[in-house]
């Protein structure tokens, strides 16, 4: 079964300073990788998405992650966080067996932007 | 208009009652599911359809039944609910393929008392 482990429930940075959130997966076949957003009282927005056409990907919001099929992981990164930044962040791997599409997702990582 | 639409958006009740979530989306997808999310816990999935004739349990299916009326609405029950249902309940709509993403709805927060 496929997983993903997103290291670090609860992430805090400075406005203006580097964000990192680290998503790690288990996959027997290359996936598919997703990062959500999720603000309070919303659902969830895709931010980007990894499908193997090119290994750094860029989002929304000046967002970016990293396919590193080495490292196994997917890392979501933002020069310079801003406090509109502030919100919930979900990886999310996609199954690829057969035809039976489903999500696994981390458990998310808490980003807290400080003035 | 929100294309994932799911009512009520909040909902308090007791123990034993039976409860509906329902959702319609407006994206033509096939494909909807229901998610519970719970602090910590990420989003985890309780039943899925890819069709009207198709429902698939999830991980966490136990004490849940849905109900795919059509295409485009996919309701969540539970027909005895108890305090550890308490959770946010999202649905989501998604296409036959896996490279892309799926689609949610703004949740229904549910408080089992």
């Known amino acids: 079964a496929q997983s993903v482990t997103q290291l670090g429930s609860h992430v805090s940075v400075s406005e203006g300073a580097l964000v990192l959130l680290r998503c790690n997966y288990s996959?027997?076949?290359?996936?598919?990788l997703f990062w959500y957003v999720q603000y309070p009282n919303q659902g969830l927005q895709l931010l980007l998405k990894?499908?193997?056409?090119?290994?750094l990907v860029k989002g929304i919001n000046g967002f970016e992650a990293e396919f590193k099929k080495s490292e196994t992981s997917f890392h979501l990164t933002k020069p310079s966080a801003h406090m509109s930044d502030a919100a919930e962040y979900f990886c999310?791997?996609?199954?690829?067996?057969?035809?039976?599409?489903?999500?696994?997702f981390g458990k998310g990582t808490l980003l807290t932007v400080n003035p | 208009d929100a294309d994932v639409t799911q009512t009520p958006r909040n909902r308090i009740t007791k123990t034993g009652k039976r409860i509906m979530l329902e959702c319609s989306q407006t994206k033509g997808h096939d494909r909807m599911y229901w998610y519970r999310q719970d602090p910590g816990l990420g989003l985890r999935l309780i039943y899925y359809?890819?069709?009207?004739?198709?429902?698939n349990k999830g991980e966490i299916s136990d004490g849940y039944s849905v109900s795919r009326q059509a295409q485009a609405k996919f309701s969540l029950s539970l027909e005895s609910a108890i305090p550890n249902q308490t959770a946010l309940y999202f649905c989501a709509t998604g296409t036959g393929n896996s490279n892309q993403p799926q689609h949610f709805g703004d949740g229904t927060r549910l408080s089992i008392l």
């Open positions: 359809s890819f069709d009207v004739k198709d429902i």
């Open positions: 990894y499908t193997s056409a090119a290994t």
């Open positions: 996959s027997s076949v290359p996936p598919y």
């Open positions: 999310a791997v996609s199954d690829l067996r057969g035809s039976n599409y489903k999500l696994t």
